[in-house]
């Protein structure tokens, strides 16, 4: 690896964790030697980056520090465009519309030498031919989702019952051929998910529920960790 390119990881690595990580961690990650990592952070604190720590507690870079966009390593620029490429050929249309003007973009602005692993990327992500139809606007529902707004949903369930819901949208979770919709649901005081091609109707409320979206989104997960930790124990 460049020296530039480990510099630039260095950053990236210290981004990532922002908590304290140790030459060990650094020096593990990058394939290279403790005494190596130790000189190239002496070097970034030369160049002003706002790195705090020492040898043997761990470093933290700042908050506030950026990098200038889109300086991405080619492995960065494949996982960006094989994600863009699920969503484009899994996601509702808007947001296939965005992951295609995504991959477009990334085109435009890598410098030349990198343009091939965007048009000519190593991995590519298969279209799937079963995907199943959203039966509501899924942009409506991001912004429901923003907004923290209730939605009034009409449910069929694999029974084929249909029930009323009055629901708190969580987020949005995409397999790889349908979509659920995760909520708190008012009826059954609990967080349920429901398939979004099995919604017979659905109305985008004015009215926002009582919490704050990342509030109910915290609850939503900690609600989630203590459910697989109770599968865990359940199973042989």
Do not use: H
């Amino acid at each position: 690896m460049r020296r530039a390119d480990r510099l630039f990881q260095i950053i990236q690595i210290l981004r990532r964790t922002g908590r304290p990580t140790t030459a060990d961690a650094i020096a593990e990650e990058l394939e290279t030697s403790k005494r190596t990592v130790y000189r190239d952070v002496a070097t970034l604190v030369g160049q002003r980056v706002p790195i705090r720590g020492e040898a043997g507690m761990g470093y933290v870079l700042e908050s506030g520090f950026d990098l200038p966009p889109l300086m991405l390593t080619p492995d960065e620029i494949e996982a960006a465009v094989l994600g863009a490429q699920w969503v484009s050929r899994r996601g509702d249309p808007a947001l296939a519309r965005a992951a295609q003007d995504l991959i477009a973009k990334i085109a435009a602005a890598v410098p030349e030498r990198l343009r091939p692993y965007v048009l000519e990327p190593s991995a590519a992500a298969p279209p799937s031919m079963y995907v199943r139809q959203d039966a509501l606007d899924m942009a409506q529902v991001r912004l429901a989702i923003r907004g923290g707004r209730k939605i009034d949903l009409t449910y069929r369930d694999e029974q084929g019952r249909d029930s009323r819901r009055v629901v708190w949208p969580v987020t949005v979770g995409y397999l790889d051929t349908v979509r659920l919709l995760i909520a708190w649901c008012e009826l059954r005081e609990d967080f349920r998910s429901f398939r979004t091609d099995r919604v017979v109707a659905a109305g985008f409320l004015d009215e926002r529920y009582p919490e704050r979206p990342a509030a109910l989104r915290a609850r939503w997960l900690n609600a989630k960790a203590a459910s697989d930790d109770v599968r865990k124990e359940r199973l042989p």
